[in-house]
């Protein structure tokens, strides 16, 4: 298989599952992404990239371990910090996490990793950015894959229309809301995405932008079921 096919092959399996994430039932999910992470893994493979291309070369595992280990440290120091201070408290307040100590945890430990964080970086990190590399160097791969990774978060970014308060009112101010929560994500995770990769790159593994991207997300669901916790009186208010 060549690079370009590839390449294609990977554009309409990320094309395919942003859709069916969507649309096909939740409880699916937890297949959907592990089982899509292997197909591009194969299609990698297939393409002749090494395990090492792909961030799972095995003398890179414990550089990608410690990586890891420290951002998530850091981020569980800033999300308790966030939680304290009023201002950012709100910015937790998403209703998709407004779930019970068990729950949450679930989501957390069990959900976020299988349903979105292994599939994303086996696709954006591990694959496309091998794949881009080829052809356009390291730059060019995390720059391409950076966008993407981007573009991939339009439809989640829609949903804020329905989870999180700040973008709910009346219909015209929603859409302007919804329009500029839109480009606010695709920037903010374009920019993640750069840090991703350059955490992928520098570290040799993809376990170092899995253990970032999981903290981001999954702690991310036990701060804000933390601050909906501690938040009774903006609960009733909601309900």
């Not at 569980?76 to 910090?81: D, E």
């Not at 052809?135 to 989870?163: K, N, Q, Y």
Request: charged letters at 10%.
């Amino acid at each position: 298989m060549t690079t370009a096919v590839a390449i294609a092959v990977v554009m309409l399996v990320l094309v395919a599952t942003n859709v069916w994430v969507h649309v096909g039932p939740t409880r699916a999910h937890l297949l959907t992404g592990p089982l899509a992470a292997v197909l591009l893994l194969l299609v990698g493979r297939m393409a002749g990239l090494s395990w090492q291309e792909l961030g799972l070369g095995r003398q890179t595992w414990w550089a990608g371990v410690n990586v890891a280990l420290g951002v998530v440290v850091a981020v569980a120091v800033a999300y308790c910090v966030a939680v304290t201070i009023p201002f950012t408290r709100a910015a937790f307040r998403d209703t998709r996490y407004r779930l019970g100590f068990r729950q949450a945890l679930f989501t957390a430990l069990v959900v976020i990793p299988l349903g979105t964080v292994l599939f994303e970086e086996v696709a954006f990190r591990s694959v496309l950015w091998g794949l881009l590399a080829r052809g356009l160097g390291v730059l060019g791969a995390t720059t391409m894959s950076a966008v993407l990774f981007g573009v991939w978060h339009v439809l989640p970014a829609m949903d804020l229309l329905r989870t999180h308060p700040s973008v709910r009112g009346d219909k015209a101010a929603t859409r302007a809301r919804v329009a500029v929560s839109v480009l606010a994500t695709i920037a903010f995770t374009t920019i993640a995405g750069i840090v991703f990769a350059e955490l992928r790159w520098r570290s040799g593994s993809l376990v170092a932008p899995i253990g970032l991207h999981w903290a981001t997300n999954g702690l991310g669901v036990l701060a804000a079921a933390r601050v909906w916790a501690i938040s009774p009186d903006h609960v009733a208010s909601e309900t």
